[in-house]
């Protein structure tokens, strides 16, 4: 995998600096990014207008978007429009979400992560503020994802500090949880949160009463549903079949992986 973006000819024929990133990741992404489903090497761009580049694979029609950036991408990063956001996430339509650092002077790729569309759910999607009546969108209302709220499961790194991961684990790891594919919204959700408490207590080993700690939290995130301690118990146990967790007996639970 090729690490460098730069591209003479978009250099010379766009001034725009926004334009040129647009063109250089997305050209990048194309020709050097693969499917992390079925490996597949030849990704189709879609064309849109807007900031964010989409993409698909013909071979397993999974669809991803590109968001690039030269700063590095920790906690939160700033998407599109809300709403439309959270209903692709309700109708279990949003795609592949992959973010891209770039170093600015030597225009290559230092990190690339992906969020797969199945760890995408409503408690990573933060509601900005709706903008000014001064604003020429007023009124727009936008979101943020929260990789700080997502397990470290739902967080895939394809280049690390420049280092580019093996195809295979990048799939491996994908994979690894794609039966979340087949969940509606709220279940990949409650599968994520407890998963990410889980991982929370940072501990291998760990008991039921740790996990009861995050009920509320947990409630405030599913107000739908009120059986709370049963939803934890009924995560931990599809952790287990995942052999993400092994259960020693008497509430007792042990972090595998
Ligand atoms: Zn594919």
């Known amino acids: 995998m090729e690490l460098s973006l730069y591209d003479s000819g978009v250099f010379a024929n766009y001034k725009s600096m926004s334009q040129r990133v647009r063109l250089l990741t997305e050209r990048w992404f194309g020709s050097e990014m693969y499917c992390p489903n079925c490996l597949n090497q030849h990704l189709h761009s879609e064309k849109n207008n807007t900031k964010v580049v989409d993409f698909s694979c013909a071979n397993c029609s999974h669809e991803f978007q590109l968001k690039g950036q030269k700063t590095r991408i920790s906690g939160s990063i700033v998407d599109g429009a809300y709403r439309?956001?959270?209903?692709?996430?309700?109708a279990n339509t949003a795609p592949d979400f992959f973010f891209m650092q770039y170093l600015p002077e030597e225009w290559v790729v230092k990190n690339l992560f992906l969020v797969p569309r199945f760890f995408m759910n409503t408690t990573i999607i933060e509601k900005?503020?709706?903008?000014s009546i001064n604003a020429r969108r007023s009124g727009w209302v936008g979101c943020n994802i929260l990789?700080?709220?997502l397990p470290e499961e739902g967080r895939i790194a394809v280049i690390k500090d420049g280092d580019v991961i093996e195809r295979a684990d990048v799939q491996r790891k994908y994979r690894?949880?794609?039966f979340l594919d087949s969940k509606r919204y709220n279940q990949r959700g409650w599968f994520a949160d407890v998963l990410y408490f889980v991982r929370k207590l940072d501990s291998t080993?760990?008991?039921?009463?740790?996990?009861?700690r995050f009920e509320d939290e947990l409630r405030k995130l599913h107000p739908e549903n009120m059986h709370a301690r049963e939803k934890i118990r009924q995560q931990l146990q599809i952790l287990r079949d995942r052999g993400i967790l092994r259960f020693d007996g008497r509430g007792r639970y042990s972090l595998l992986k």
């Open 84 to 90: 439309p956001m959270i209903e692709r996430i309700e």
């Open 128 to 131: 900005r503020p709706a903008l």
């Open 147 to 149: 990789f700080s709220k």
């Open 176 to 178: 690894a949880l794609a």
């Open 205 to 212: 080993v760990f008991d039921l009463k740790d996990m009861y």
